[in-house]
């Protein structure tokens, strides 16, 4: 029995070399017995057919899978199609977000935030669908202010989501001090955390840069002074977000959510070492 409860996120192969490598790391990871893993949504329905097809295949093996699905860019009708091809294939947990648009992709389509789309799967299927929504300890980058975005993410669990995995984060107060504030704003679902494994300093820096994640000052020049020493950035990674989880699980979070960018190793070494198998 594991300690803690473990779920994994992937992206959709767009190779068959990339499906081959996924199935690889799904095989690696999964005596770790997640309790679901996911997969995500390019906005705009641009990876629609593989979030599918990665998740039927994960299905397969007895897994819990739960596609993304993101709102912006989509037309009600054809998030209609996509929640019935799902409840078609069984599948009955979701991540519910609006997604970015890509830049030059012109309409933002008939809903506009996660709340939306969120009332949105509630009204067109009921209880069928475990409503995951994302979340922003550090808030998200294009919120009016801290307490304009608790209040969003309020609303969007308020419109029925039964549960929230939030954005990566190095700073263990900002994911407590989130979850204070959004139980004193009646939020009383689970938030779990999201953990981004270290692999590579200039990756972590664009992505963070992107999605308002800090990344500490220490741990940004310690990784850069690695330069192109890959062991020494792993294993300093390693140490860091597994002292992170470690510090996570002891104030009984319930449960840690992995992005594992499609690789094994380093989330499944961090999961040993905080004692699951
Ligand atoms: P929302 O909750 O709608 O919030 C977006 C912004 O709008 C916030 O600033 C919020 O404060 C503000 N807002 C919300 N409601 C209102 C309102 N009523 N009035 C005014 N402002 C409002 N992206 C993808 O494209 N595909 C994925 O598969 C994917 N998976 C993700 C998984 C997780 C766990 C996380 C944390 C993020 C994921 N993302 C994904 C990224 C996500 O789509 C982006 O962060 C996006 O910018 C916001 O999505 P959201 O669902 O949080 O949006």
Known sequence: MNPIELSFEFFPPKTQEGVDKLRATRAELAPLKPKFVSCTFGAGGSTQQGTLDTVLDIAKDGIEAAPHLSCVGSSKESLRAILNEYRSHGIRHIVALRGDL????????????????????????????????????????????????????????????????????????????????????????????????????????????????????????????????????????????????????????????????NGAVATRTICERLGAQ
């Open 102 to 261: 890509p830049s030059g992709m012109g309409s933002v389509g008939e809903l506009r935030y996660a709340s939306e789309l969120v009332a949105f799967i509630r009204a067109e299927t009921g209880d069928w669908f475990n409503i995951e929504v994302a979340a922003y300890p550090e808030y998200h980058p294009q919120s009016r202010s801290p307490s304009a975005d608790l209040e969003n993410f309020a609303r969007k669990v308020k419109a029925g989501a039964n549960s929230a995995i939030t954005q990566y984060f190095f700073n263990a107060d900002a994911y407590f001090r989130f979850v204070d504030d959004a139980r004193k704003l009646g939020v009383d679902v689970p938030i779990v955390p999201g953990i981004m494994p270290i692999t590579n300093f200039s990756q972590l820096m664009r992505f963070s840069d992107m999605c308002g994640a800090e990344v500490p000052r220490w741990v940004a020049r310690r990784l850069e002074s690695f330069g192109d020493d890959l062991e020494s950035i792993r294993a300093f990674g390693l140490d860091v977000v597994t002292g992170l989880c470690q510090r996570l699980v002891d104030a009984k979070v319930p449960g840690l959510h992995f992005y594992t960018l």
